[in-house]
Nanobody
Framework: DVQLQASGGGSVHAGGSLRLSCAAS????????VGWFRQVPGSVREAVSC????????YFGDSMKGRFTISRDNAKNLVYLQMDNLKPEDTAEYYC????????????????WGKGTLVTVSS
């Protein structure tokens, strides 16, 4: 069974940090790009970041630039989203997806979605 699972969410105060992980099962994440998305109930899902299969290309949404970084550990079949200087407006459910990644266009061509992890940032 091919699956993705996001984890690492939690509750932090503004200015704090969290590291989200995206784990794959049933396939090797090494061969694929990964995108991160977030969604607040009642709002459209927003692209946060992505990384290409070789780790060369990355993308960040405008409000995430300078605060979020993305990396991958192919040996562990994991992709990480490090989120620093978190703000209350970062509060959302965060999802990872298997995707292509373009430096300009961001994540696209998503075909597998993981269950989300909730991030809550208090002021």
């Amino acid at each position: 069974d091919v699956q993705l699972q996001a984890s690492g969410g939690g509750s932090v105060h503004a200015g704090g940090s969290l590291r989200l992980s995206c784990a794959a099962s049933g396939f090797s994440l090494n061969d694929y790009g990964v995108g991160w998305f977030r969604q607040v109930p009642g709002s459209v899902r927003e692209a946060v970041s992505c990384i290409s299969s070789d780790g060369v290309d990355t993308y960040f949404g405008d409000s995430m630039k300078g605060r979020f970084t993305i990396s991958r550990d192919n040996a562990k079949n994991l992709v990480y989203l490090q989120m620093d200087n978190l703000k209350p407006e970062d509060t959302a459910e965060y999802y990872c997806a298997r995707s292509l990644c373009g430096k300009q266009v961001g994540p696209h061509g998503m075909d597998i979605w993981g269950k989300g992890t909730l991030v809550t940032v208090s002021s």
